[in-house]
């Protein structure tokens, strides 16, 4: 049990759309990273967010965006969905202490049809 | 540019045995951790041990430890007395090493499937 979590954890949609992804983080954590992970890869870094603004980024195009909130709450929004998006979605969140693991949520999987 | 190389697709370890699981890594920084994380099919990344570039003992974390080689740039994870729990994908991740402004992000490697049989 990490205190992250994510929703939904299924989703399907079609291509064109635009979704919204949801992560919970634990209380105090106020950095939260976004990592999408395609079958049978290692997760791939999107962006992160600190104290409620994206302070790094990946190698993701705009279309993929995000919010942080103070409540500990974050989004994660694709626009112009592409059959290529179809992954698992994991958000990680931790502390100040950059020495400590991050915690991960249980994934919101995404199929693009 | 920082990358995580994890050479064994697969590997399949007798229950109560003791398991290795190679992960090298390359940069340039001087500062810098390394991750390993397990993931069961479920899909959510359960972390299990860290090692700082500058910590000199090898890290442990119950029958988790890490076999880290700095001048090799490897960081081999092993499990000893195996159980069939363990049965997983396992990844190695380097935390990039900058500190200012709290920007770090995990870089993963390909991972490891680990099939642990009775």
């Known amino acids: 049990e990490t205190g992250v979590t994510q929703s939904p954890t299924h989703l399907i949609k079609t291509r064109g759309q635009q979704v919204t992804l949801r992560c919970s983080s634990q209380?105090?954590?106020?950095?939260v990273s976004w990592y999408q992970q395609a079958l049978g890869q290692g997760p791939q870094f999107i962006f992160q967010?600190?104290?409620?603004?994206?302070?790094g980024r990946g190698n993701f195009p705009p279309r993929f965006s995000g919010l942080q909130f103070p409540n500990y709450s974050s989004e994660l929004n694709v626009n112009a969905l592409e059959l290529d998006d179809s992954a698992l979605y994991l958000c990680?969140?931790?502390?100040?202490?950059?020495?400590?693991?991050?915690?991960f949520g249980q994934g919101t999987r995404l199929t693009v049809v | 540019a920082q990358k995580i190389t994890q050479t064994q697709p697969g590997m399949f370890v007798q229950e109560k045995e003791a398991v290795t699981l190679d992960c090298t890594y390359d940069?340039?920084?001087?500062?810098?951790?390394l991750f390993w994380y397990k993931q069961p099919s479920s899909g959510e990344m359960i972390f299990l041990i860290y090692?700082?570039?500058?910590?000199?003992q090898n890290a442990t974390e119950g029958r988790y430890s890490l076999n880290f080689q700095k001048a090799r740039k490897s960081a081999n994870l092993v499990i000893s007395a195996s159980q069939l729990g363990d049965s997983a994908m396992y990844f190695c991740a380097m935390r990039d090493g900058l500190f200012s402004g709290g920007y770090n992000k995990l870089i993963f490697g390909a991972g490891t499937r680990l099939a642990v049989h009775p």
């Open positions: 940069t340039s920084d001087q500062s810098y951790g």
């Open positions: 209380s105090g954590h106020n950095t």
């Open positions: 967010y600190y104290r409620e603004e994206e302070n």
């Open positions: 990680a969140s931790r502390g100040e202490d950059m020495n400590t693991e991050a915690f």
């Open positions: 090692q700082g570039s500058y910590d000199e």
